[in-house]
């Protein structure tokens, strides 16, 4: 007879569902459209503007920063770049989501800055802000960068993806035993 370990096991690993995979689409798109340009000297010069030091989360001021976040998130049209990339730690960054940064560090979010207590949210809120102006970026919607002829494409895939994604749930359900 064998003893059940008292350890506990490892998730299993999870399924990406279809509502998932569309929504990483979307993004993929919205990305292809959008301006990169954020290397090892841009990450340096954002940490020497908003970090006394060492990198820190700009949002909590946790030193396990493992993440860069855009303060605009992708979905509002949020480009990886100067002005809009900040270091966050993978908590802040999980909560925030593509919440616009300001909104999501004073709500009640669940891990929000102000849920967890963190001091001195407008003077964070301040740096970032000021940040924001000195590299003078404002987030620019997808449908600002596409010509007509991308815009029309554009609107067939989206238009298509409801159909997909019914179609591919009605194939994906299988059992948790797999």
């Not at 990305?31 to 954002?46: D, L, W």
């Not at 990339?85 to 300001?102: I, T």
Request: glycine share 6%.
């Amino acid at each position: 007879m064998t003893t059940q370990s008292s350890r506990t096991l490892p998730l299993a690993p999870s399924r990406m569902t279809t509502g998932f995979a569309f929504s990483f689409i979307e993004r993929c798109i919205r990305e292809s459209f959008a301006t990169r340009r954020f290397g090892k000297p841009e990450m340096t010069q954002i940490i020497h503007e908003l970090c006394s030091g060492d990198p820190e989360c700009v949002y909590c001021g946790s030193i396990d920063v493992r993440r860069w976040d855009h303060l605009f998130p992708v979905a509002a049209g949020g480009d990886t770049v100067i002005g809009n990339m900040v270091p966050a730690c993978s908590r802040c960054d999980d909560s925030k989501q593509a919440l616009a940064y300001r909104d999501w560090v004073l709500s009640a979010a669940r891990f929000s800055p102000r849920t967890r207590g963190v001091p001195d949210l407008e003077s964070r809120l301040s740096r970032i802000d000021s940040y924001v102006e000195r590299h003078t970026y404002a987030p620019r919607p997808i449908e600002q960068r596409l010509d007509r002829e991308e815009t029309r494409e554009l609107e067939k895939i989206r238009q298509r993806a409801p159909i997909a994604r019914r179609h591919g749930w009605s194939h994906s359900k299988v059992s948790s035993t797999d």
